[in-house]
């Protein structure tokens, strides 16, 4: 499976972006997907995460009520609409499928990785 993060760059505070997530190769359309970001001096964080059918979501309380993630029906392409963006989302954005129907908030859980699209959010 090979997944193809874009839609990052530069924003301003209180702005939006839109990432995408494709997924070529092996289907994924029973499993999980999911975003993780690491900002420069931390660790990897969960995001967000989207069931195998797109029924359930969880997200990171830090994200909760700005950020929504969607995938579509085909199942290949996966969304984060990031909205009211602040500084401290700055980082680099990664995607991820999981191993199983639905993925959890731990890297464990996912078995393939994208290459990343940075997020830069100006105060």
């Known amino acids: 499976v090979q997944l193809q993060a874009s839609g990052g760059g530069l924003v301003q505070a209180g702005g939006s972006l839109r990432l995408s997530c494709v997924a070529s190769?092996?289907?994924?359309?029973?499993?999980?997907m999911g975003w993780f970001r690491q900002a420069p001096g931390r660790e990897r964080e969960f995001v967000a995460t989207i069931s195998w059918d797109g029924a359930r979501t969880n997200y990171a309380e830090s994200v909760k009520g700005r950020f929504t993630v969607s995938r579509d029906k085909a199942k290949t392409t996966m969304h984060l609409q990031m909205n009211s963006l602040k500084p401290e989302d700055t980082a680099v954005y990664y995607c991820?499928?999981?191993?199983?129907?639905?993925?959890?908030?731990?890297?464990?859980?996912?078995?393939?990785w994208g290459q990343g699209t940075l997020v830069t959010v100006s105060s």
């Open positions: 991820a499928g999981a191993r199983g129907s639905f993925g959890g908030t731990s890297r464990s859980n996912y078995n393939y």
């Open positions: 190769g092996r289907q994924l359309s029973n499993n999980a």
